[in-house]
C-alpha cells in the first residue's frame, strides 16, 4: 500500500498565526508526550510511525509550503510538489501520475489518501490499515473511512451506507447509498437518524482505477506532461469529481477519536497548557488561552472564555465562541506574511518601506539551524547587506569561501551568488533594497550544502589551471 499525505490549505481561521502561506497544520501548539511543542502535521507523522506507515508514504503539497515540511519533518520526506495549489481532485491525480509514471507503480497497487492535518487517535491507524483488505474482499472501487457523529454538525459531508434503517452501524464495511456535503442542522438531525457517518476525507483505491479515470477524461497519465498541463485540470475536490461519480463505493465505520481543528474555539480545548511563549496568566482567568510569538509579554487578568493569539501578522483578543468569525475579518488584509518556517530555520519581517526613488527596503531577521543552510542563489533585482548578530558558519560569495561570525557584515550585490551555513545557530539581520522585493526573485544554483561545495571546489580548481 502506499499511503499519500496531502497537504494544502491555507487562510486566515486561526488569524494570526495562520496565513497565505503558513495553514493551520504547521502551528505549533500542541504537546508531544516529551512535553515538547509540536504541530499537527508533526503529531500525525509521530502517529504513522508508531504504526509503520513511513516506508511508503508520501506527502502531496505545493511548492510554497515544500519548506515547511522539510523544517517540520526532515529533509528526506518524499514530496510530491503541486506547481500551485488547487483542490483535491488535481492534487490526487498528480500524485496518482507521479507513482505511475515516475515510481513504477504496479496498477494494482492500493494508493489510500488522508489529510495530513487529521487530528486522531492511535487506533485510527487500524483503520488506515483495512482499507486495502476492504478493496479486496469487496471489489469496490474506492474504499472509505466514516466517522460515527457526535452531534448534527453542519460543518462537515456526510456519508450515507445503504443499511442506514440498522439500529445500530456495526464496525465493518457498508456500501455506499449517497453522499451529503454541510448540510442544514435540520438536514443534519435527519441524516444522523438515517446512521449517516461525518466524512473525514480518507479513502482508497487501486492505482489502475485513478489512471483510467484520468485518461477518460483525456489527460495525461505521465507526471511531466500532467505537470506542464495542470492549470487545465478542474479545481474541484475529489470528493466531487471522482468519489460521488464511482459506481461501487464502501465504507468504514469509526467509532474513534477524531476532530477538526479549524477554530481558535477547538484547537485550544486539545492544548495542554494555557501558555505559550512569552507571557502571564493570572489565577483568575478560566478556560482562557494565551499563544504569543511575539518576544513581548502578553499578561492576561481575570478573563474566561478567551483566546489570545499573537503573531509579528497581528494580535486576536476574543471569546472563544466568537473566534471563528476572525476568517471574514482578516480575508479583507492582503499584506505579506511576516513571518514564514523554511526548511533552513525561519524569518521574520521586521520593517518595510518605499523611499523617495521609489526603491523598496524590507528589513528581515533571520534564523538559521545548526548545520541548515541557503541555497546557491542570486537576485535580479535587490541587493542585500547581512548583519551577523549571533552564532558562526560558512559563507559563500560567487564561489568564493569564508568564515563568518557574530559582527560580520557581509554585502551582496545584485546578481551575486551566495550561500551560508550554520555550524551554531546563526541570527541575521537581512537589509533587501531594490525595485521588487518578492520571494520570488530567487534563482537557485544548488540546494544541498555537498552540491555548493562540490561548485566551489570545482571552480576553484578552474580558476588555479
Known amino acids: 500500500m502506499k499511503l499519500i499525505l496531502l497537504s494544502g490549505g491555507s487562510g486566515k481561521r486561526l488569524w494570526p498565526l ?17 512535553g515538547e511543542l509540536e504541530s499537527m502535521v508533526q503529531r500525525l507523522w509521530r502517529q504513522l510511525d508508531a504504526n509503520g506507515l513511513l516506508d511508503s508514504l508520501y506527502v502531496s503539497t505545493s511548492k510554497t509550503q515544500a519548506d515547511l515540511i522539510q523544517n517540520q519533518l ?9 506547481p ?31 489529510p495530513v492535518d487529521s487530528y486522531v487517535g492511535d487506533d485510527f ?20 473511512i466514516g466517522v460515527t457523529p457526535t452531534y448534527p454538525s453542519t460543518k462537515y459531508g456526510y456519508i450515507v451506507p445503504a443499511e442506514e434503517k440498522a ?41 489502475g482505477y485513478i489512471i483510467n479515470e484520468l485518461e477518460k477524461r483525456g489527460y495525461s497519465v505521465m507526471y511531466d506532461t500532467l505537470v506542464q498541463q495542470y492549470e487545465q485540470l478542474p479545481a474541484i475536490s475529489f470528493d466531487y469529481e471522482v468519489v460521488e461519480k464511482a459506481e461501487r463505493v464502501v465504507v468504514i465505520p469509526y467509532d474513534g477519536y477524531w476532530k477538526d481543528l479549524g477554530t481558535w474555539n477547538t484547537i485550544t480545548e486539545e492544548m495542554t497548557v494555557n501558555l505559550v511563549g512569552k507571557g502571564h496568566l493570572d489565577n483568575g482567568c478560566t478556560n482562557t488561552h494565551v499563544i504569543n510569538e511575539l518576544d513581548l509579554p502578553v499578561v492576561v487578568i481575570g478573563t474566561s472564555d478567551v ?17 471563528h468569525l476572525v476568517k471574514e475579518i482578516a480575508k479583507e488584509w492582503n499584506h505579506r506574511p511576516m513571518f514564514e518556517e523554511r526548511r533552513w530555520g525561519w524569518y521574520q519581517a521586521i520593517g518595510y518601506q518605499t523611499m523617495d526613488s521609489g526603491a523598496e527596503v524590507l528589513t528581515k531577521r533571520l534564523h538559521i539551524d545548526a548545520q541548515r543552510n541557503l541555497s546557491y542563489q542570486y537576485h535580479r533585482h535587490r541587493s542585500e547587506v547581512w548583519v551577523i548578530v549571533a552564532g558562526e558558519g560558512e559563507f559563500v560569495l560567487n564561489d568564493r569561501l569564508r568564515h563568518v561570525r557574530a559582527g560580520d557584515v557581509l554585502e551582496i550585490p545584485v546578481g551575486a551568488k551566495h550561500a551560508i551555513k550554520a555550524a551554531a545557530n546563526l541570527d541575521i539581520i537581512e537589509v533587501q533594497m531594490g525595485s521588487s522585493l518578492v520571494e520570488d526573485d530567487i ?9 555548493i561545495m562540490r561548485r566551489v571546489n570545482r571552480d576553484e580548481q578552474e580558476g588555479g589551471a
Request: net charge positive.
Open 74 to 82: 526532515g529533509t528526506t520526506v518524499p514530496l510530491i510538489l503541486e
Open 443 to 451: 534563482v537557485r544554483l544548488c540546494l544541498s550544502w555537498e552540491e
Open 167 to 207: 439500529d445500530r452501524i456495526q464496525p465493518q464495511p457498508y456500501r455506499v447509498r449517497s453522499f451529503t456535503e454541510k448540510p442544514s442542522e435540520e438536514q443534519a438531525k435527519r441524516l444522523l437518524k438515517r446512521r449517516a457517518l461525518w466524512n473525514c476525507g480518507v479513502f482508497a483505491f487501486r492505482l
Open 18 to 34: 495562520s496565513n497565505d502561506v503558513r495553514s493551520k497544520q504547521f502551528l505549533k501548539m500542541l504537546r508531544n508526550p516529551n
Open 125 to 144: 491507524f487500524a483503520m488506515i490499515k483495512r482499507l486495502e483488505e476492504v478493496l479486496d474482499q469487496s471489489g469496490a472501487d474506492l474504499s472509505l
Open 307 to 323: 483566546v489570545v493569539a499573537a503573531s509579528p501578522d497581528g494580535i486576536l483578543v476574543s471569546d472563544k465562541a466568537k473566534s
Open 84 to 114: 500551485k495549489q488547487r483542490d483535491t481532485f488535481p492534487a490526487i491525480a498528480l500524485a496518482a501520475s507521479f507513482l505511475y509514471s515516475k515510481e513504477g507503480v504496479d496498477l494494482q497497487e492500493t494508493v489510500t489518501v488522508m
